[in-house]
């Protein structure tokens, strides 16, 4: 006699599938080379979850064969437990039987992403990504999070932002309680920088690139584990064209008619060595100082180079510094940067604080 129980309650993906097997012998006779089997079918494939594949010599009236079999959940869907027994009698006679345990694995979260990018004006500096992950409760009953951490790939660092700094000491936003209860949902959110290595070859970080993924371990409401790991998350990473210019330093705040410095940052994004020209065209409140026109040279593929440029604005307020122009030499091609950043512009009565 084969025993297990016909209803394994909810068991939900990422958690650890346990059972107890027990074969009885129920004759009054001594069977011998008893051989219990036990495998997994799911939708994609079968498992071999038998502790060991080593047939026992007898079983005696009465006795019992136990076996604990654990498997972690991967797949939602239908599962079929199949348990297999063979046996020979005392007449010599093989016999064989088994047995089928049918379960349902169900899905305990559900995880949204979204990805922003960084809006200051020295993000494409930085090109700092922002990761949110919105983790919903399925289950119905609460769950205690114990760790969601994002690990990113290869080209970026990763910073948790779940966190405040409060007396000295590190508070989790979500406070001290870390239940997330049935159907509620949670925003974690990650700030990914590239590495350095990866920062300064403007061809490599282009098109679609992998982040990384979310590893997501709980603990139900009577401390069974479970733990979930999302595919590699993957984002499109914005255009910058053949050539990109970036802020690598600007003031705040200046004064009126007084100049001003900002240092720039051309990269050449594309496949092909340029030989570049720059202009600096003024505008009715920016006005650039400096010999326009002038040759920076041949730049080759995810190469950079800095420039230091001095401009100074005719109107207060908040000004948009616009009105520079490169231009390939090799394939006639101009490229426009308008709208670069923006500075505030005050009287030269106010004093600016560097």
């Not at 979850?49 to 009236?61: C, G």
């Not at 919903?136 to 405040?164: A, D, G, R």
């Not at 230091?308 to 604005?313: D, K, N, V, W």
Request: glycine share 6%; proline share 3%.
């Amino acid at each position: 006699m084969l025993t297990l129980p016909q209803n394994f309650g909810n068991i939900f993906l990422g958690e650890t599938f346990s059972s107890y097997i027990s074969v009885h012998n129920d004759s009054n006779q001594v069977v011998k080379d008893i051989l219990v089997k036990a495998d997994l079918q799911t939708s994609s494939q079968r498992l071999n979850l038998s502790a060991s594949n080593a047939a026992v010599a007898e079983l005696k009236p009465d006795c019992c064969i136990d076996d604990v079999i654990h498997h972690e959940v991967k797949e939602i869907g239908t599962h079929i437990l199949v348990c297999a027994v063979s046996y020979t009698t005392q007449a010599g006679e093989k016999m064989y039987f088994r047995k089928f345990f049918k379960f349902q694995v169900l899905k305990p979260l559900d995880v949204k992403t979204k990805f922003y990018n960084a809006e200051s004006d020295l993000s494409s500096v930085t090109d700092e990504v922002f990761l949110e992950a919105q983790i919903q409760n399925m289950t119905t009953s609460p769950m205690f999070m114990e760790k969601v951490s994002l690990e990113p790939s290869i080209m970026y660092n990763v910073t948790e932002l779940n966190s405040v700094s409060q007396a000295g000491e590190c508070v989790s936003t979500f406070g001290s309680r870390a239940y997330l209860q049935p159907m509620d949902t949670r925003q974690y959110l990650y700030c990914l920088k590239p590495k350095n290595e990866f920062a300064e070859k403007a061809g490599i970080i282009k098109g679609v690139t992998v982040i990384g993924k979310l590893d997501i371990v709980w603990k139900t409401n009577l401390g069974e584990r479970g733990r979930l790991q999302t595919s590699q998350l993957q984002r499109m990473a914005p255009g910058y064209g053949d050539v990109r210019l970036s802020l690598e330093a600007i003031p705040d705040t200046v004064n009126l008619e007084e100049p001003f410095h900002i240092t720039c940052k051309i990269t050449n994004c594309s496949e092909r060595t340029m030989d570049l020209v720059l202009e600096m065209c003024n505008t009715n409140s920016i006005h650039w100082c400096g010999i326009s026109g002038r040759q920076l040279g041949k730049l080759h593929p995810s190469s950079s180079l800095c420039l230091a440029l001095t401009l100074l604005s005719s109107v207060q307020g908040l000004q948009s510094i616009s009105g520079l122009r490169l231009t390939d030499t090799f394939l006639k091609r101009t490229y426009e940067y308008d709208d670069i950043a923006q500075v505030c512009v005050v009287s030269s009565a106010i004093k600016v604080e560097s």
